[in-house]
């Protein structure tokens, strides 16, 4: 039993550690991507806001992050901030 459990931490935390806010996921985007694809790549949004018709959703914190602007559920402007 305790090997396993020694076996699976580092699998565990090997899986939890990686992020798919990477600079090779950010390079996929594309304007006219939709919004379930764009999570489809890099995961569900840290937040969003809705403004005018313009849905603005952020990945990531200050250090290290991806912004994309949608409209009408399509994407339309897109940046990244600090990502390797």
Same mark, same amino acid.
């Given at each position: 039993?305790k090997?396993? @459990?020694? $076996?699976?931490?580092?699998?565990? !935390?090997l899986v939890l550690? %990686? @992020?798919?806010? *990477? ?6 985007? *594309?304007?006219?991507? @939709?919004? &379930?694809?764009? *999570?489809a790549?890099?995961? #569900?949004? &840290? *937040?969003c &806001? &809705?403004?005018?018709? $313009?849905?603005? %959703?952020?990945?990531? +914190?200050?250090?290290r992050s991806?912004?994309?602007? =949608?409209? /009408? +559920? #399509?994407? !339309? !402007? =897109?940046? /990244?901030?600090?990502?390797k």
């Amino acid at each position: 039993m305790k090997v396993k @459990s020694l $076996v699976g931490a580092p699998l565990l !935390l090997l899986v939890l550690g %990686c @992020s798919p806010l *990477t600079q090779e996921n950010y390079n996929k985007i *594309t304007v006219g991507m @939709s919004y &379930d694809q764009v *999570t489809a790549l890099i995961g #569900k949004p &840290d *937040t969003c &806001d &809705d403004v005018m018709g $313009v849905r603005n %959703c952020v990945w990531g +914190d200050e250090k290290r992050s991806v912004q994309v602007g =949608f409209v /009408a +559920d #399509k994407v !339309l !402007l =897109f940046s /990244a901030n600090n990502l390797k």
